[in-house]
């Protein structure tokens, strides 16, 4: 179930390094939570191919050196290049190789009542932050995110105060460049939405460089009463990345939350998406696509948890996959006893456009409680050979058909970005993509 | 035989009779499993040299796996060392007449409308002249000798059909396939063999004669079924009766090898002792059961309906080696009071064309836990393989468990594969409208859960699908209130 | 047959029959009518015995027994009839096999043996004519996929089946053409005898064109406000339900 011992050194020694890096600030709580998550992956190990949650997505010998903490940290912010979302109206952060670049970054005109900070400000400014930080990864722990608590450093710090409608959506922008040096970040963000109040965030991924790029990142949501959220992340990354995205999300009563993730390349992308529906009411939305080629290797691991009665969670993911691609969908509902008159519907649909591509596909109810409607759905295949012929008939040649038809069944996903611009912007790189 | 050959022999077997010199004339061998014991049960059974070294090979390998964790089921540690392996069948004090018989047993039997007769064979009362059991297997055999066919007991095929045995043994379902079916392979008991030569179809169900001869196939069974080109036979394991079996863990194996344009449907029905209703004692019932569809056009379609042990775990599998080969599981699971099953089927598409078919209705009620686990395996020279899966899951009672686990993966553009799974509750207005007409809450849930069942009750011998149908209700018994 | 007196009954809560009187004796036919809400359906679930609604008050007697007292099931053995207002769909269960499990019990409960198939046969046979109903309809799940009309048309057979003393039909009329009107109206009429009672459950005067009366109920606000005989049922058609609420709401005011 482990992987090799040497790999668990590695760990303890880069903490060890790690630690030292921090001078002063060992003393918060913050360190005794990256203690305890030290502890965790020494006695836990790093999950290896045998490893029933990893077993398609095998990040093998690329984690020794992204646990390797020493010498690919880049301490400085190189120049972050334009990207196209610097037009779009909205609050700005601008991340260059895991480090805020504060240069670019623009929060204008952002109400007194939303707080976003860097997650270092965040342990010496929220004296509540120790009840949020690390309790959802607690109730769904995962070796990763246990590594990431372990050694993050960086990250945004999100508060939108009670009854507060964040006027425009923030963006989270990554840009890594390993044209120099292979880049590694373990960055951290966490965003306390409170009662009554709404966030919309993109969070935009981008690299370029020969070298690899290491990101194994967490996301904590904490949906509180009646507060809505949508969070999109877009991983738009070159072929030399690797990347492990933790997203949880804990919902308290009549909240309601849309996780968005969609993945266009990449080298190997692993996302954990986790949701707990913890009070009455609640309503978790997930949509996913992966749209890639080359050797593009994309995991989705998605677990919906219905605690309590009344709940609703809805997922769809889409997945195209072409040339030597290589797609996996995970599904988890589980509904807890106490979890009467859930509702819960999940969808899979995956098309293979080539005889080299490979899905591996499992959607997995776990049902405790009796009046439930849970169903699952999930199919793999290809273009429907009539409504090609349809189009075809029309008039439209067999390539533009296709392209329809592709562009159609992604749209599906895309189709859950109320952001406008984003929408557009991701219609367009699916359509560039489908006819390239 | 050369003279060498004769020598070694004769020093093999002596080597045994010293180990072993007062135990061969008994009827079992002493509890735990070393060497010893499986050359004690191939000597037992008079098997020839490469049977014994089958066993071993097994054995040894076995010594090398770890019992497997993963299936969605808790129990208690099996101590192996603890199990007697072989015990020939016990002459059992009979009873005189069915009114020796358990009270219990007796009222289940009369719910299943199981005939006073088939009632006496089931409970061991002697028989009456009239119907001889005997008589009656050897007219079946007579019949369907005549055809070619070969059935019989895995004991005697081992030594009238050994060159069968050898060829097909071990071939769909390897010595080092599992836990279970390694240690199966060292030291089963005995079973079934069923041989259906070319072109023959076999003119009956296999289960009747089964039926009869059904009793004392032990904890270890094995079954290989060969069906040669373009034959068919439809065979059936297992009654509907309660099984009070005294031992508590059953790995059987079974193998169904079909050649080019072969059909061979295999249901089952299953209801071992499941544990009394707080969850004390029952069977573990760990089988492997595996079809390969070896030849074009071939096709192998397995049936179950599980209500018993206490603890099943089972994936009847179908390996689609043949073009256009298809392969079908047809499956009820019901789980009440404290049962645990793990259950579902790998279908393995590695033809072109190749089709299944996944029909699975998991029932759960009392505190029981029932878990679908499948896998669709698409590779890559299957193009056009097609899988449509359907898993539903009935849960009646919040203290129940329903759980699907299915994998699918694909790696050929031209397959299509589809997945469906749903779980509900039987709606309270229904049992309303079945109360309204008179029907009482308990007998609405038998025919709301035989409804949901449907697809797959119609799958099996027509005989056995009635009494199939009033097991389902009477496994429920009790599980709403 | 069956008396009810001051029957009151709530849903979640909310009272709904704020005390039914009413006595139905044998071979009498009564039409309940109401605006929507007034508790018609109620009071029809109320005599089956429906779970959902607690009773807050009063009695019922059916046929010297006490009928709340009693299970659903064995009120049905008893002879009380619903035809459902939405008759409920059980997949993969036939109507045949369902009609077979009803009927045996009923049989039994009463010390009669159970129907062998033939015999089943032979009666189904006999009373789908009765309903003009198609035998490929009865061996399909019962009520799966069935239009409004089968359906209906359904529960009339199964009612023609049983043989009930009390029948209560919830209405049954509504959203049939006037041919299926006619024949579930035909059907209703040919079960009547001199020892069986009916209650029609209707928002329309329509159905009582085809199976006339002797009584005529208007239900309002969980009460019965008027009692009358098919010439009530004439006057509503006519005047609509309004001049009668207003009585009922000036005399409670």
């Known amino acids: 179930m482990t992987t090799p011992n040497e790999y668990i050194n590695t760990v303890g020694k880069a903490f060890e390094k790690f630690e030292a890096s921090l001078n002063g600030s060992k003393s918060t709580f913050l360190h005794e939570l990256r203690k305890e998550s030290l502890a965790a992956i020494l006695k836990s190990g790093l999950p290896g191919p045998k490893h029933e949650e990893y077993r398609y997505t095998n990040f093998g010998k690329a984690l020794e050196k992204s646990i390797a903490y020493e010498g690919i940290v880049a301490e400085t912010a190189a120049a972050s290049a334009p990207t196209p979302l610097d037009s779009f109206e909205g609050y700005k952060l601008y991340f260059v190789n895991g480090k805020l670049d504060a240069s670019r970054s623009d929060l204008g005109d952002l109400s007194e009542k939303v707080t976003v900070t860097s997650l270092a400000s965040a342990v010496k400014e929220q004296g509540d932050l120790k009840e949020y930080l690390g309790s959802i990864v607690k109730s769904w722990p995962d070796a990763f995110s246990h590594l990431n608590t372990a050694f993050a450093k960086e990250g945004v ?71 809505s959220v949508e969070w999109s992340k877009l991983q738009l990354e070159n072929e030399t990345a690797l990347r492990i995205d933790n997203s949880l999300v804990y919902q308290e009563r009549d909240s309601k939350c849309t996780i968005n993730t969609i993945t266009l390349s990449g080298q190997m992308v692993r996302n954990n998406l986790y949701i707990a529906l913890d009070d009455e009411n609640t309503e978790a939305h997930m949509y996913g696509l ?132 984003v929408k557009e912007y991701l219609e367009q790189l699916i359509t560039d993509k489908i006819e390239n | 035989m050369s003279k060498d050959n004769q020598i070694l022999e004769e020093l093999t077997k002596s080597d045994y009779k010293y180990g072993f010199h007062s135990d061969i004339e008994t009827e079992s061998a002493p509890k735990g499993l070393n060497e010893d014991i499986v050359r004690f049960i191939s000597a037992k059974k008079e098997e020839p040299e490469w049977m014994l070294e089958w066993r071993l090979s097994a054995y040894r390998h076995w010594l090398t796996l770890k019992e497997p964790t993963w299936q969605n089921v808790t129990f208690p540690e099996i101590n192996y060392q603890d199990i007697i392996f072989y015990a020939a069948p016990k002459q059992k004090i009979s009873p005189k007449s069915l009114d020796e018989v358990d009270p219990e047993l007796r009222a289940t039997f009369e719910k299943l409308g199981i005939s006073f007769d088939e009632q006496k064979r089931l409970t061991g009362v002697a028989v009456d002249a009239v119907l001889d059991s005997v008589s009656v297997a050897t007219t079946f055999k007579s019949k369907l000798g005549e055809l070619g066919i070969i059935f019989c007991s895995f004991s005697e095929a081992v030594r009238e059909h050994p060159e069968l045995v050898k060829k097909y043994i071990g071939s769909v379902v390897p010595v080092n396939d599992n836990y279970f079916s390694a240690l199966n392979s060292a030291v089963f008991s005995d079973g079934s063999f069923c041989y259906i030569p070319k072109g023959v179809r076999c003119p009956m169900e296999l289960s009747t004669y089964f039926r009869i001869n059904a009793m004392n196939t032990g904890q270890f069974e094995r079954t290989l079924i060969v069906a040669e080109e373009g034959s068919y036979v439809s065979y059936l394991e297992g009654c509907t009766a309660p099984m009070r079996d005294e031992n508590q863990l059953h790995a059987a194996v079974v193998e169904i090898f079909a050649a080019k344009d072969a059909e061979v449907k295999y249901s089952t029905v299953q209801n071992w002792y499941p544990g009394s209703k707080e969850g004390k004692g029952g069977i573990y019932n760990f089988v492997t059961k595996r079809g390969l569809c070896s030849g074009d056009g071939s096709k192998i379609s397995w049936t179950q309906v599980e209500t018993g042990s206490a603890v099943t775990w089972k994936y009847p599998s179908c390996i689609l080696k043949g073009d256009n080969s ?35 209705k998991g029932i759960s009620a009392g505190k029981s836990q029932n878990s679908y686990r499948g ?5 890559k020279r299957a193009e056009g393989a097609r899988n449509y899966s359907q898993c539903d899951s009935l849960l009646l009672g919040d203290k129940c468990g329903a759980h699907t686990f299915p994998y699918i993966d694909v790696e050929n553009p031209l397959a299509i594969v589809e997945h469906e799974a749903t779980t509900s509750k039987i709606g309270e207005d229904q049992i309303f409208y079945c109360n309204q007409r008179g029907i009482a809450t308990e007998d609405a849930v038998a025919l709301i859960v035989n409804g949901f069942a449907k697809e797959v009750m119609n799958q099996l011998p027509m005989e056995f699908a009635v009494e199939a149908q009033k097991l389902l209700a009477i496994s429920l018994e009790g599980s709403v209130g | 047959m069956l008396k009810i007196k001051n029957l009151k009954a709530s849903v979640e809560g909310k009272m709904i029959l704020n005390g039914i009187n009413l006595e139905v004796k044998p071979g009498e036919v009564h039409a309940i009518m109401g605006p929507n809400g007034s508790g018609k359906s109620t009071l029809a679930s109320v005599l089956a015995g429906r779970e959902d609604y607690q009773i807050e008050g009063g009695e019922v007697e059916y046929i010297g027994k006490d009928l709340l007292d009693l299970s659903p099931e064995e009120r049905a053995r008893e002879g009380v009839f619903l035809a459902f207002q939405y008759p409920v769909e059980i997949p993969g269960v036939s109507t045949t096999n369902f009609l077979k499990a009803a009927l045996n019990q009923v049989r039994e409960h009463h010390g009669k043996p159970a129907l062998d198939a033939v015999s089943f046969l032979k009666l189904m046979k006999e ?22 009309g089968e359906k209906k048309r359904n529960e009339i057979f199964q009612m023609a089946m049983l043989e009930p003393k009390l029948a209560i039909l919830d209405e049954t009329d509504s959203g ?48 019965i406000i008027k009692s009358g005989d098919k010439s009530l049922a004439l006057q509503l058609e006519e005047k609509g339900y309004d001049w009668i609420k207003e009585e009922a709401d000036t005399v409670s005011a």
């Not at chain 1, 589980?334 to 859930?342: G, L, N, P, Y």
């Not at chain 2, 404290?338 to 064309?353: P, R, V, W």
């Not at chain 3, 009373?127 to 409004?148: C, H, P, T, W, Y």
């Open chain 1, 290 to 421: 992966y749209l890639i080629d080359g050797k593009t290797h994309v995991d989705n691991h998605t677990s919906v948890d219905h605690r309590k009665p009344n709940s609703f969670s809805n997922e769809l993911y889409k997945g195209i996959m072409d040339d030597q691609s290589h797609g996996v969908f995970n599904g988890k509902i589980f509904v807890r006893q106490d979890a009467q008159k859930t509702n819960a519907f999940q969808q899979n649909n995956n098309i293979l456009l080539s005889p080299n591509a490979v899905i591996n596909t499992k959607p997995q109810l776990e049902i405790w409680a009796d009046d439930v409607k849970c169903s699952h759905g999930c199919t793999t295949g290809q273009l429907d050979n009539e409504q090609l012929f349809y189009l075809r008939a029309r008039g439209i040649s067999e390539d533009k058909a296709r392209a329809m038809l592709l562009h159609a069944f992604a749209g599906d996903v895309i189709a859950n970005i109320s952001v406008g611009p």
């Open chain 3, 176 to 223: 049939l053409d006037i041919d299926a009107l006619r024949i579930v109206a035909n059907g209703v009429n040919k079960l009547k005898t001199r020892d069986n009672a009916t209650i029609l459950i209707t928002h329309y005067q329509r159905l009582l064109d085809y199976i006339v009366p002797d009584f005529v109920h208007v239900l309002y606000k969980g009460r």
């Open chain 3, 127 to 148: 009373k789908m004519a009765l309903v003009e109903i198609d035998q490929a309809l009865l061996s399909r799940s019962l009520n799966e996929g069935f239009s409004g």
């Open chain 2, 375 to 379: 896998q669709v395996k698409v590779m």
């Open chain 2, 326 to 360: 298809i392969g079908e599981f047809y499956s009820v699971a019901v789980t009440n009071n404290y049962q645990q099953a793990d259950t579902g089927t790998k279908m393995i598409h590695i033809g072109k064309n190749t089709r299944s078919r996944i029909v699975s």
């Open chain 1, 157 to 227: 710090f999100i508060r939108v105060k009670k009854n507060t409608i964040l006027d425009k959506p923030l963006y989270i922008i990554h840009s890594n460049d390993t044209s120099a040096t292979e880049v590694l970040a373990h960055y951290r963000n966490l965003a306390i939405v409170e009662e009554g109040s709404q966030l919309k965030v993109i969070e935009a991924n981008f690299s370029t460089g020969a070298n690899t790029s290491y990101t194994n990142t967490v996301l904590e949501i904490f949906c509180k009463k009646n507060a």
